[in-house]
């Protein structure tokens, strides 16, 4: 099984920043794609952003230009750097990873999700 733990989530003033982890551990042979996820109340969970093996990335329209995805492959960890934070950026958001594990079946695991509140 494969476990993942985000952190770095909450209170944030509009304009302000904070950083989001999540690491994978446990029965992994290597991670294909990795990528945040967010939902606000009310609506659909949307992607935030990508981030391929080869550290190719994919933004959201609505995060271009703030948001910086980054990924550590020796810690099984990825990153989201949030920058110029607005209170539309307001949800609770999940890291998704793609692992292919050592029977070489691959599966798309979830995080428990972190809320981020961009308020005065």
């Known amino acids: 099984q494969v476990q993942l733990v985000e952190s770095g989530g909450g209170l944030v003033q509009p304009g302000g920043s904070l950083r989001l982890s999540c690491a994978a551990s446990?029965?992994?042979?290597?991670?294909?794609?990795m990528g945040w996820y967010r939902q606000a109340p009310g609506k659909q969970r949307e992607l935030v952003a990508v981030?391929?093996?080869?550290?190719?990335?994919n933004y959201a329209d609505s995060v271009k230009g703030r948001f910086i995805i980054s990924r550590d492959n020796a810690k099984n960890t990825v990153y989201l750097q949030m920058n110029s934070l607005k209170p539309e950026d307001t949800a609770v958001y999940y890291c998704?990873?793609?692992?292919?594990?050592?029977?070489?079946?691959?599966?798309?695991?979830w995080g428990q999700g972190t809320q981020v509140t961009v308020s005065s």
């Open positions: 998704n990873v793609h692992v292919v594990q050592f029977t070489r079946r691959s599966y798309d695991f």
């Open positions: 981030i391929t093996s080869e550290s190719s990335t």
């Open positions: 446990g029965s992994i042979f290597s991670i294909n794609d």
